[in-house]
């Protein structure tokens, strides 16, 4: 009788344990298998948002550089009109060097040209001097005080003025006062610079020199060529 009850008795256990396991995956023999089927959606979830979100960063970072590289091109341009307000009134100095000289200009003593912020102005020695002379003739410093009057108005140039001849030695009494004619021309070039000052033209931006017959124009082999490298030159640049 009593190990029927135990037979019975055990019975009902095992009942009780199969039926409770029986909505559990843990208890179950294939537990890990219906974990692991709905573990994938979960992680395939996952996957989606962090692609979806760095897409999104990758949206912005497109967005940030295509924003700084116009702010570049915008500052770029705003420096390029803050330049060109501040660059010197060459062309005015020009038209106004033009004007002026228009009479020695048209009789082809001086000749005025422009180079991007430079102006060059030509003056044949024949307009300043006399023949193997350094002292200005009174047309050629009146000429040259008017050119420094225009200039006066350009405080912030400054003015290269270079003497030049053409390649015909010195001789007789004139190798006593210029040896060579490197001598000449800078000597020419100083009292070329003097009458600028007198016309208005800031001193200390002002320089002067003498290259004699080292940078013709043309060939000396002409006396047309000859002509053209005997001159002063007049250089306006920025400082």
């Not at 395939?44 to 940030?64: I, V």
């Amino acid at each position: 009788m009593n190990g029927k009850r135990f037979l019975t008795g055990s019975l009902c256990l095992v009942g009780i344990i199969a039926s409770s396991c029986s909505g559990n995956p843990v208890c179950c023999d294939g537990g890990y298998e219906y974990r692991h089927r709905n573990a994938v959606p979960v992680a395939e979830a996952k996957a989606d948002d962090r692609d979806e979100r760095l897409a999104a960063l990758e949206q912005n970072r497109q967005r940030q550089l295509a924003a700084t590289a116009e702010l570049q091109d915008q500052v770029a341009e705003l420096q390029r009109q803050l330049a060109v307000r501040q660059e010197p009134p060459v062309p005015k100095t020009y038209d106004d060097l033009q004007t002026l000289l228009r009479p020695e200009i048209d009789r082809g003593t001086i000749t005025v040209q422009q180079s991007g912020d430079q102006i060059t102005i030509h003056l044949a020695d024949r307009l300043l001097f006399d023949s193997g002379e350094d002292h200005l003739k009174p047309a050629g410093a009146e000429v040259l005080r008017k050119v420094g009057s225009i200039l006066h108005s350009a405080p912030d140039r400054h003015l290269r003025v270079t003497g030049h001849t053409d390649n015909v030695p010195i001789g007789g009494k004139l190798i006593e006062r210029f040896p060579t004619n490197r001598v000449l021309s800078r000597t020419r070039a100083a009292h070329a610079r003097e009458a600028l000052e007198q016309g208005g033209a800031v001193s200390d931006h002002i320089t002067a020199e003498g290259y004699g017959e080292s940078r013709p124009l043309a060939s000396n082999a002409t006396e047309d060529g000859r002509r053209k490298n005997r001159r002063v030159e007049i250089v306006v640049l920025p400082q």
